[in-house]
C-alpha cells in the first residue's frame, strides 16, 4: 500500500524509542524514566477531576499549568509555552522558529529525534562533532559560519555530559541573531539551568519535560520557556494543529507535581545518590563512564562489545540502551538509574556476564 504514500513519507526514517517491554520481571534501565512513582499529590489531583468535567474540553491555553510553571522559574505566563510531552513541543519549535535558508546546528552525537524533525521540516542540518572527549565545544559553533538556529541537549544525551552556564553564555553571546534551543530534559540531576539567561537573551529557548524528574512520563507534558515573542510563534503553530494538546487529567497532575517542590527535591537527591552508587559499581567492574549529570550513564568496557554486553544482560532480564549509530559510540552503554534494587541487579547481572 505504500503507492499512497506522500514523497515526504517515503524518505523519513523515523525516530526509534526505546522498547517498552512486554516480557514480565525486566529491569528497565533503558528509557531514562523515573524509577520511583509520582508525588501522592499529584495521583490526588488526577482522581479529583470528576467524571462530569471530563465531557468538557480542556483550557486550550493551560492557564493553571503555565501559571505553576511561570511562578516556579521566575517568569511570565507568557513566556511560557506547554505541550504534549517535550517532543510535541519541539515539534512545534522545528516548525515555527527553526526553518531558515541557513543549516541547523546540533551536536553529532546528540537526541536523535532532532534529525527526524530537521527532515520532516524540510531543515537543513549541520551536524558539529563532539570534541574526543564527547563534551560540546562552543568554538566549534562560533566558527561554523552563518545558521538558522542551534539546538543541543544539556545534559546531552546519550552521553550525560552538561555544558556548564558560561558556556551557553558565550554561546548565546555569539549568536544573537538564531533562536538557541536547550533541551533541558535532565537538568534537574546535576546541571546548570540556562532558565535564568532568558531575561538577557531574547532568542534563548529552554525546553523541559516532567517525564523525568517529575515521574510522569506516561501523563505526556512538556514546556518550553523564553521570550514572549517565540512563545506566540508556537502557539501560532500549536493552534494551526491542535489547540488542546493536554488534557484535564494532564493539567491537573502537572500543576501539582511543579508545586510539590519537597517531593522533587528528595527524589532528585536519590537518583544522583544511586547514579553515583551506580558509577563506582561499573568502575569497579573495568568500564570507563562518562561524566554524567543526567538520570542515566554512558559506559563501555574496554575489550568488550557493547552491543555483546548488551545482549548479555538481557539475558538476565536487564534491560539498557545500546546506539549502534555513529560507529565511535557503538561500545558504549546507556544505563538508566534506577532504585537501589534495580542496581544490585545490574550489578549482578554484569558479574555473571563477565565471569
Known amino acids: 500500500m505504500s503507492r499512497y504514500w506522500s514523497e515526504i513519507v517515503r524518505t523519513l526514517t523515523p525516530y526509534v524509542p526505546g522498547e517498552q517491554p512486554k516480557i514480565d520481571g525486566l529491569v528497565k534501565l533503558n528509557t531514562n524514566e523515573c524509577p520511583y512513582g509520582p508525588s501522592e499529590k499529584v495521583l490526588a489531583a488526577i482522581a479529583g477531576q470528576n467524571s462530569e468535567a471530563l465531557r468538557l474540553y480542556p483550557d486550550p491555553q493551560a492557564s493553571a499549568l ?69 563534551s560540546l565545544r562552543v568554538d566549534d559553533y562560533l566558527q561554523a559560519g552563518p545558521n538558522g538556529g542551534i539546538i543541543f541537549a ?23 541573531d538564531s533562536v538557541v534551543v536547550v533541551d533541558e530534559a535532565y537538568v534537574d540531576f546535576g546541571a546548570e539551568s540556562a532558565v535564568g539567561l532568558i531575561a538577557e537573551f531574547p532568542q534563548l529557548l529552554v525546553v523541559h519535560t516532567l517525564s523525568k524528574s517529575r515521574a510522569l512520563a506516561g501523563l505526556r507534558v512538556g ?16 493552534d494551526s494543529f491542535n489547540s488542546y494538546p493536554l ?85 558504549f552503554l546507556r544505563i538508566s538509574v ?7 541487579a545490574l550489578l549482578a547481572a554484569l558479574d555473571a556476564i563477565l565471569a
Open 223 to 238: 514546556y518550553a520557556m523564553g521570550h514572549a515573542d517565540l512563545i506566540e510563534a508556537l502557539t501560532r503553530v500549536k
Open 338 to 344: 534506577g532504585t537501589e534494587a534495580q542496581t544490585d
Open 66 to 134: 503555565k501559571a505553576a510553571i511561570a511562578r516556579r522559574h521566575g517568569l511570565a505566563e507568557n513566556q511560557v509555552f506547554v505541550g504534549n510531552g517535550s517532543d510535541e513541543v519541539l515539534a512545534h519549535i522545528f516548525m515555527g522558529l527553526l526553518r531558515h535558508e541557513a543549516p541547523l546546528l546540533f551536536p553529532d552525537i546528540s537526541y536523535s529525534f532532532y534529525p527526524v524533525y530537521a527532515k520532516l521540516y524540510g531543515i537543513a542540518t549541520r551536524a558539529i562533532p563532539l570534541a574526543g572527549d564527547f
Open 154 to 176: 544539556n545534559p546531552n544525551a546519550p552521553t550525560g555530559m552538561p555544558l556548564p552556564l558560561a558556556e551557553i553564555r558565550r554561546l548565546l553571546q555569539g549568536n544573537p
Open 247 to 331: 488534557d484535564r487529567l494532564a493539567i491537573a497532575g502537572a500543576v501539582a507535581a511543579i508545586e510539590d517542590e519537597v517531593w522533587f527535591e528528595a527524589t532528585c537527591r536519590k537518583v544522583i545518590a544511586t547514579r553515583e552508587r551506580m558509577v563506582a559499581g561499573l568502575q569497579a567492574r573495568g568500564f570507563q563512564v562518562l561524566p554524567s549529570a543526567a538520570n542515566f550513564v554512558f559506559a563501555q568496557r574496554p575489550g568488550s562489545e557493547g552491543a555483546a554486553l548488551a545482549a548479555g544482560l538481557r539475558e538476565h532480564k536487564v534491560l539498557v540502551r545500546h546506539f549502534r549509530a555513529p560507529e565511535r559510540i557503538a561500545p
